[in-house]
C-alpha cells in the first residue's frame, strides 16, 4: 500500500481526467467508493484504464480500493437493491466494483474493500463483512473499515476469521488523533488511512515541526507535514488534491524528505517528529 493514495471523493465528471492525471504524476494508490453519491466509481475505472492502456502502469502496479456504502450513506443510485438482504446488497455492489475495473483478457480484483460506515446493528456489521470474506484473497486482496471507533475494530477484529487489513478514519483533534484506535492498528498489523488530514488541521500545518522540516528538507508546508504524520508509523494518508503541480510537489517532497531525514538531516528529522508527537498527545 503506498504511503500516499489518491483520493477521489466529490470529483464529479472530473473524475477520469484526474485519476488519469494522478496515475501519470506518479500515484500508486487509488481510493473510491461505490456510492455515486459522494464518488464517481466508473470515472475512476475510465482512468485508470486509460493509464494502462498507454502502457504506463500495469493493473500489478495499482492499488485499487474501493467501499461498500450502507444505504444510510447511498441515494437513489445505489449500486443495490435497497430491498435485498445485507448479504445480496454486498454482493451487488462487489459485482458492480469488479465489473468497472475489469481489465479485457485479465482477472478482475480489488485491492481492498472497505465498509465506507459500520451498519445499524454490530451483527449487520459482521454479516456485511462475512460476504466480503467470499471474495477474499482472490478477488479482493484486503478488507478494512472506515468511519469506525476503537471497539467496533476490537469487535469486528474478534469476531471474523479475515482480519481488517485497514482502518480508515479522520485524522483530527476531535478524537485525539485516533491514538488508543492507531494503537491497536499498530498492534495487529493494520494500516491506518488518514482523511481529512490537512483539512482538519491548519494549525498542525503551521506547527514549527512542519517549519524545521520544510526548512532542513527544502519542501513545501503538505510535503512536510505529512511526512511527519506517516512518521508517526503504519499510516497511509488520503491526498485529494485536484492540481496537477500539487500531485507532483506531494510525491517528490516526500521522496526528498525521505532522503534528507536518512542523511544530513537525520538529526534535525528525529528532534522535529519528537515534537510533532508531544503535539498530537497534547
Not at 512542519?210 to 510535503?223: F, L, Y
Request: aromatic share 10%; proline share 4%.
Amino acid at each position: 500500500m503506498p504511503k500516499l493514495v489518491y483520493g477521489t471523493a466529490w470529483k464529479k465528471d472530473a473524475t477520469a481526467n484526474l485519476v488519469y492525471t494522478a496515475l501519470k504524476t506518479g500515484f500508486r494508490g487509488i481510493d473510491t467508493a461505490a456510492q455515486p453519491k459522494h464518488y464517481n466509481e466508473q470515472g475512476v475505472a475510465a482512468g485508470f484504464k486509460k493509464a494502462v492502456s498507454e502502457g504506463f502502469v500495469k493493473r500489478a502496479d495499482i492499488f485499487i480500493q474501493t467501499k461498500f456504502t450502507p444505504p444510510s450513506g447511498q441515494n437513489e443510485n445505489a449500486p443495490y437493491e435497497f430491498s435485498a438482504s445485507v448479504a445480496d446488497k454486498v454482493h451487488q455492489s462487489v459485482q458492480s466494483s469488479l465489473k468497472n475495473f475489469t481489465i479485457d483478457g485479465q482477472d478482475a480484483y480489488l485491492d481492498s474493500v472497505v465498509l465506507h460506515s459500520p451498519l445499524d446493528t454490530l451483527d449487520d456489521t459482521i454479516a456485511a463483512w462475512k460476504t466480503l470474506e467470499g471474495y477474499h484473497p482472490h478477488q479482493i486482496r484486503n478488507l478494512g473499515i472506515s468511519n469506525a471507533t476503537l471497539g467496533i475494530v476490537e469487535a469486528l477484529h474478534s469476531r471474523v476469521t479475515v482480519k481488517p487489513a485497514v482502518v480508515q478514519n479522520r485524522f483530527y483533534p476531535d478524537t485525539e488523533y485516533e491514538a488508543g484506535l492507531r494503537a491497536f492498528c499498530k498492534e495487529h498489523d493494520i494500516k491506518f488511512q488518514s482523511f481529512w488530514t490537512i483539512g482538519a488541521n491548519p494549525h498542525l500545518v503551521k506547527s514549527q515541526p512542519v517549519v524545521d522540516v520544510m526548512q532542513g528538507a527544502g519542501v513545501d508546508a503538505v510535503s512536510a507535514y505529512y511526512a511527519l504524520v506517516i512518521g508517526l508509523e503504519g499510516i497511509t494518508i488520503l491526498d485529494g488534491t485536484t492540481k496537477e503541480a500539487h500531485m507532483k510537489e506531494d510525491l517528490e517532497g516526500l521522496e526528498r524528505v525521505g532522503i534528507w531525514a536518512e542523511g544530513d538531516g537525520e538529526a534535525t528529522w528525529k528532534k522535529a517528529l519528537g515534537s510533532f508527537k508531544q503535539i498530537i498527545e497534547s
